[in-house]
């Protein structure tokens, strides 16, 4: 949990990031000019997530950057991590942002129920807003 608080502390101190009431930071990568997804909607996505140590947990693609034949995931925007639901409804479609997510934005203090993630675990995410779905 310290680490995690004290990467946070840190991070919110370089150039860009910009943190939020609730503790969660954002990076903007590239800015998008689309509309932006409310609670009732669901989106379309390509990410990457990583604990802070830069291990990979998840994603929707291989590489560094998707290809055509990878898809991106669909979820609704009330259907993830409050982290996530807090940022998709500050994004535009064509966004591509860097998420630092706090536990408790995250799995908190119990973590997965496999592990990937322990408890306590500060989150970031690469994620691109591609669409809101049936939009």
């Given at each position: 949990k310290i680490v995690g608080?004290?990467?946070l502390e840190e991070n919110g101190k370089k150039e860009g990031i910009k943190t939020l009431k609730s503790g969660l930071q954002y990076k903007v990568i590239r800015s998008g000019k689309?509309?932006?997804?409310?609670t009732k909607d669901s989106?379309?996505?390509?990410y990457k997530g990583r604990l802070v140590?830069?291990?990979?947990f998840d994603a929707s693609y291989e590489g560094d950057d998707p290809t055509?034949?990878?898809?991106?995931?669909?979820?609704?925007v009330t259907g993830?991590?409050?982290g996530w639901t807090e940022a998709?409804?500050?994004m535009k479609v064509g966004d591509k942002w860097q998420l630092f997510i706090p536990s408790?934005?995250?799995y908190g203090a119990q973590g997965t129920p496999d592990g990937t993630i322990p408890p306590h675990s500060v989150l970031t995410f690469e994620i691109e807003l591609l669409s809101i779905a049936g939009q």
């Open positions: 608080v004290k990467f689309g509309p932006t997804p409310t989106v379309l996505a390509h140590d830069g291990t990979q055509p034949a990878e898809k991106p995931a669909e979820f609704p993830v991590i409050k998709l409804q500050l408790e934005l995250a």
